[in-house]
Every structure is written in structure tokens, then in C-alpha cells.
């Protein structure tokens, strides 16, 4: 049983490697392109046609959730494949006696894998991948974290680029966007050694850093009420960022030719 729980844990380090760097990746390159869109439109004084007929909060809104589309139809085909894969491709590639072994090790028999005499490690692997219901969960975990971590930081980065000219001016005021992402990618790098530890649960529950490091933690198999509460206060989180990164929108695109710092962003959040 303990060879059996050494084996999964080597599957389960793994994928939350990979599923940390891809929120990693999906936060910072997805919330780059609203701000970088955000910024070109300014420049071209498209919003200030576009406010004429809609209001700031609802142009910004239908922004980040245009570019939060692109991300989640990008994450349903890589299910779509990895699903197929995993029901059809692997089954018929691999050799009998893997099968039968992975078979053996989803259904909790570790010695009737181990008489296979396959290699432990790759057996892990392929139960993981050919085991349905562990492959929707974690997609589906993927699909609400990367909706609900790009909402959140698209609010910020959009909101950003509403305050600057061009993406240069945008570096410094991005400094305090960009440092909850890599803190989060360092907590990861510590919560796989110990995925039940305090500072993994509390990581995993801060809005700014739980996309990164919920998705690093479920494939150890945590409790379903920490999914649910970290996604629930990641939701609740957005709508008052985008509350918040709204009152700088309706400022920030009609002004020009002056980079403005972060005590005049909290200013631009306080006016009616």
C-alpha cells in the first residue's frame, strides 16, 4: 500500500507541476492581451466613440470575457483530445499487460499491478490518463480556476491599461499585478512537497494566489470544500475587483499624455 501511495504521489507531483505553470502562463499571457488591447484602442480613440453608446463598466466587461472565451475554448479541446486519448488512443497502443496492470491499480489492487511486472511509475500514469472520471475532474477544476483567476486579473490588467499610453508607461503599474502571479508559482514550488501543509491551504484559499495553487493541490486528491470555498471567494473576488478596476476604466481612457502613479489610481477609485 505504500509502494502504491509512493507511486500515485509521483503521478500527482507531476501533474501539479504542470497544472501550476499552466495557470502560471494562462494568468500572465491572457491578462497581457486585455491590456495590451486595451491600451491600442485608447490609443486610437475607439473608446471614446465607443462610451458615447455604452457605458465604461459594460465596454470593459464584454473585453475581458471576450478574451476569457479564447482561453476556455482553448482548455475544452485540450479535453476533448486528452479525453479521446485516454478512452480510445491509449488503450489500443498500449501492450495487454500495461492495461491490465493499470486496470488493477484504479481498481485499489497495487499487488495484482505489481505481478505485471511493468514499471510501477508508468502504471500510475496510465491508470491517471485512462481513468475518465479523474481526467473530467481535473479539467473541469482547470476550466473554473483559469475562468475564474483570468476574470479576476484581466480586471486588473485592463484597468492598467486604460491608466497608461503605451505598454512601457504600463511597467511600473504592473509591478504590483505581476507579484501575487510569482508568489503564487513560488508557494507552488513548496505546497508540492506538502500539499496538506497551513501554507498550502492558505495559499490555495487567497484569491491572488489560488488559481496557481488549488490546481498544484488537486491532484493529491484534497478535500472537495477547499475546491468549492477557494473557487467561491476567487468569484467573490472578481466582482469587487472589476468593481474597483471599473472606476479607473471610466477614468483612465480619456486621460493622455501623463503616466499616472498608484496614489492617483486610489484617487481615480474614489471619485462618484
Known amino acids: 500500500e505504500e509502494d502504491s501511495q509512493a507511486q500515485s504521489s509521483v503521478v500527482a507531483t507531476a501533474l501539479g507541476y504542470v497544472l501550476g ?9 491572457y491578462g497581457s492581451m486585455v491590456m495590451q488591447s486595451v491600451i491600442e484602442e485608447k490609443n486610437s480613440r475607439v473608446l471614446e466613440v465607443m462610451v458615447s453608446s455604452v457605458r465604461p463598466f459594460d ?16 482548455i475544452v479541446v485540450w479535453g476533448v483530445l486528452i479525453c479521446g486519448a485516454g478512452s480510445v488512443l491509449i488503450p489500443s497502443l498500449m501492450p495487454s499487460d500495461v492495461m491490465a496492470g493499470a486496470q ?12 505485471s511486472g511493468v514499471d510501477p511509475n508508468m502504471l500510475s500514469a496510465v491508470a491517471a490518463m485512462t481513468d ?43 509591478m504590483p499585478i505581476t507579484l501575487p502571479i510569482i508568489l503564487a508559482l513560488l508557494a507552488m514550488l513548496a505546497v508540492i512537497k506538502d500539499p496538506n501543509s497551513q501554507l498550502a491551504f492558505w495559499f490555495s484559499m487567497i ?30 473576488s472578481f466582482v469587487g475587483m472589476v468593481w474597483l478596476a471599473a472606476k479607473i476604466y471610466r477614468v483612465g ?12 489610481l486610489v484617487r481615480w477609485v474614489r471619485y462618484r
Open 21 to 29: 505553470f499552466m495557470l502560471y502562463m494562462f494568468l500572465l499571457i
Open 59 to 74: 465596454l470593459m466587461l464584454g473585453k475581458i470575457l471576450g478574451v476569457a472565451l479564447v482561453a476556455v475554448v482553448q
Open 104 to 115: 488493477a491499480m484504479q481498481a485499489g489492487m497495487p499487488e495484482a499491478a505489481a505481478a
Open 132 to 174: 475518465m472520471g479523474y481526467v473530467v475532474k481535473i479539467f473541469v477544476c482547470l476550466l473554473l480556476f483559469v475562468f475564474g483567476g483570468y476574470l479576476l486579473y484581466s480586471a486588473m490588467f485592463a484597468a492598467v491599461g486604460s491608466a497608461v499610453d503605451n505598454v512601457q508607461d504600463a511597467s511600473q503599474l504592473q
Open 207 to 236: 484569491p491572488l494566489t489560488s488559481p496557481v495553487v488549488m490546481m498544484a493541490r488537486i491532484p493529491y486528491d484534497i478535500p472537495l470544500w477547499e475546491v468549492g470555498l477557494s473557487l467561491a471567494l476567487l468569484y467573490v
Open 253 to 264: 481612457i480619456f486621460m493622455y499624455g501623463k503616466k499616472p502613479t498608484l496614489k492617483e
